[in-house]
């Protein structure tokens, strides 16, 4: 399974864990402080395409068409 960047919760409960520094890795150092305290994951089915690599990007716009 991949993360798709794309999450949902309480702000404060977000800003309550976010670490002091400019650099830090969301996956590594805010999510799991959050697991358990109405952070939910879901499963999707389906293609994914990984728009930061340019020949994805490309593949994109047929993949999502």
């Known amino acids: 399974m991949i993360s798709a960047g794309a999450y949902w919760g309480r702000r ?3 800003r309550a864990v976010l ?3 400019p650099a830090f890795s969301l996956e590594r150092d ?3 402080t ?3 305290s ?3 994951a879901a499963v999707m ?3 994914f395409v990984d ?3 340019p020949e ?3 593949r994109a716009e047929v993949v999502l068409a």
Do not use: E, Q, S, T
């Open 12 to 14: 404060a409960d977000f």
């Open 19 to 21: 670490p002091r520094r």
């Open 30 to 32: 805010v999510l799991p």
């Open 34 to 36: 959050l697991a358990g």
């Open 38 to 40: 109405g952070l939910y």
């Open 45 to 47: 089915r389906g293609p």
């Open 51 to 53: 728009i930061g690599v």
């Open 56 to 58: 994805d990007y490309r």
